[in-house]
């Protein structure tokens, strides 16, 4: 007798077990009705809202119809919710950024028009000092909305059995020399708004020859673009030293000149960019490497890939 009794206080309608079972049923529904609704991002700011209201009322016992609270929190809601869930969605294509860099123009004059015609506006252009007619070609790029940087030759572990071309900076020049080659290489056009290394691992591994030259970089207010291609590299930490605005590269691109690969190193580093928010990419101005870049940013674009110019994500010692 007692245990029948037992048994029907357990199962009362009132009784705690029934409270917590109900409790826990209505959470599972409130749960399954906000990933239902949620299933359309731009719907997620609504979502967001009628599950805040519907789970404090549920805490307050205040709700007879989860389903029914819930979907008149989210009619009610729907507009002011979407929109913000508009504003989350706007936020992550600015975080999800990309900065492209294509070096080796005004070496070859149809690669280089074609670099400039090809690849969107947004993707910034490096080019060789050693190259013709840079004054007109920067010209043209700059008229199609490419922001230009101008690539430095360094020197290389080893040198001179592999050549970055001619006033290469060297370990065993003088600063003096080496400043005079680099304003040799700047003097070559106008309008740029940094530099970047062309080789020279062994280079920017050296303090003594690296320092005067980022040093240089600062008083000209110029960035500083390391393709981040060796890992001895010291230029971040001089760069900071001098006040110049640095930038590292994620990878290079096209390592491998075939377009199957160079795609695949542009998906892995968009897996980068959505993960810490950017990436860098380099490469050369290849026709196999522009032509697959053209390609991959326009579908980039619709999956919410920014492409920006290098100077937007320089670090700035001067703005901390």
Same mark, same amino acid.
């Given at each position: 007798?007692?245990?029948?009794?037992?048994?029907?206080?357990?199962?009362?309608?009132?009784?705690?077990?029934?409270?917590?079972?109900?409790?826990?049923?209505?959470?599972?529904?409130?749960?399954?009705?906000?990933?239902?609704?949620?299933?359309?991002?731009?719907?997620?700011? %609504?979502?967001?809202?009628?599950?805040?209201?519907?789970?404090?009322? /549920?805490? $307050?016992? +205040?709700?007879?119809?989860?389903?029914?609270?819930?979907?008149?929190?989210?009619?009610?809601?729907? $507009?002011?919710?979407?929109?913000?869930?508009?504003?989350?969605?706007?936020?992550?294509?600015?975080?999800?950024?990309?900065?492209?860099?294509?070096?080796?123009?005004?070496?070859?004059?149809?690669?280089?028009?074609?670099?400039?015609?090809?690849?969107?506006? +947004?993707?910034?252009?490096?080019? %060789?000092?050693?190259?013709?007619?840079?004054?007109?070609?920067? +010209?043209?790029?700059?008229?199609?909305?490419?922001? /230009?940087?101008?690539?430095?030759?360094?020197?290389?572990? #080893?040198?001179?059995?592999?050549?970055?071309? *001619?006033?290469?900076?060297?370990?065993?020049?003088?600063?003096?020399?080496?400043? %005079?080659?680099?304003?040799?290489?700047?003097?070559?056009?106008?309008?740029?708004?940094?530099?970047?290394?062309?080789?020279?691992? *062994?280079?920017?591994?050296?303090?003594?020859?690296?320092?005067?030259?980022?040093? +240089?970089?600062?008083?000209?207010?110029?960035?500083?673009? #390391?393709?981040?291609?060796?890992?001895?590299? /010291?230029?971040?930490?001089?760069?900071?030293?001098?006040?110049?605005?640095?930038?590292?590269?994620?990878?290079?691109? #096209?390592?491998?000149?075939? *377009?199957?690969?160079?795609?695949?190193?542009?998906?892995?580093?968009?897996?980068?960019?959505? %993960?810490?928010?950017?990436?860098?990419?380099?490469?050369?101005?290849?026709?196999?490497?522009?032509?697959?870049?053209?390609?991959?940013?326009?579908?980039?674009?619709? *999956?919410?890939?920014? /492409?920006?110019?290098?100077?937007?994500?320089?670090?700035?010692?001067? $703005?901390?």
């Amino acid at each position: 007798m007692s245990s029948t009794s037992g048994s029907a206080g357990l199962f009362a309608p009132d009784s705690p077990l029934l409270r917590f079972l109900t409790r826990f049923a209505d959470l599972m529904i409130l749960n399954l009705l906000f990933l239902a609704t949620s299933l359309p991002v731009v719907t997620l700011g %609504a979502s967001i809202t009628a599950l805040t209201g519907t789970a404090m009322r /549920i805490a $307050r016992g +205040e709700s007879e119809s989860t389903s029914g609270d819930y979907l008149r929190a989210l009619r009610r809601d729907f $507009r002011q919710g979407t929109l913000l869930g508009l504003v989350v969605a706007g936020l992550g294509l600015v975080l999800a950024a990309w900065w492209i860099v294509i070096g080796g123009l005004g070496v070859s004059q149809t690669g280089t028009q074609e670099a400039i015609e090809k690849l969107p506006g +947004e993707v910034t252009l490096a080019f %060789a000092p050693q190259g013709n007619s840079i004054g007109r070609w920067m +010209e043209a790029a700059r008229h199609q909305g490419h922001e /230009i940087i101008m690539q430095v030759p360094l020197e290389p572990f #080893d040198y001179p059995a592999v050549d970055p071309g *001619r006033n290469t900076l060297t370990v065993e020049a003088s600063p003096d020399e080496n400043i %005079a080659n680099l304003r040799w290489a700047l003097s070559r056009t106008t309008n740029y708004t940094g530099v970047t290394n062309y080789m020279g691992a *062994r280079f920017s591994a050296d303090p003594a020859a690296m320092a005067p030259v980022m040093a +240089e970089l600062g008083k000209r207010g110029l960035l500083y673009l #390391d393709d981040g291609s060796s890992a001895r590299s /010291i230029a971040a930490e001089l760069a900071l030293k001098s006040g110049v605005p640095f930038a590292e590269g994620d990878a290079t691109i #096209d390592a491998v000149r075939e *377009r199957g690969e160079i795609l695949k190193k542009l998906d892995e580093l968009e897996r980068t960019a959505r %993960a810490k928010g950017f990436a860098i990419g380099t490469g050369s101005a290849f026709d196999t490497t522009v032509d697959a870049v053209a390609a991959w940013v326009n579908e980039a674009r619709k *999956r919410g890939i920014e /492409i920006v110019p290098v100077s937007a994500v320089a670090s700035d010692p001067e $703005r901390g």
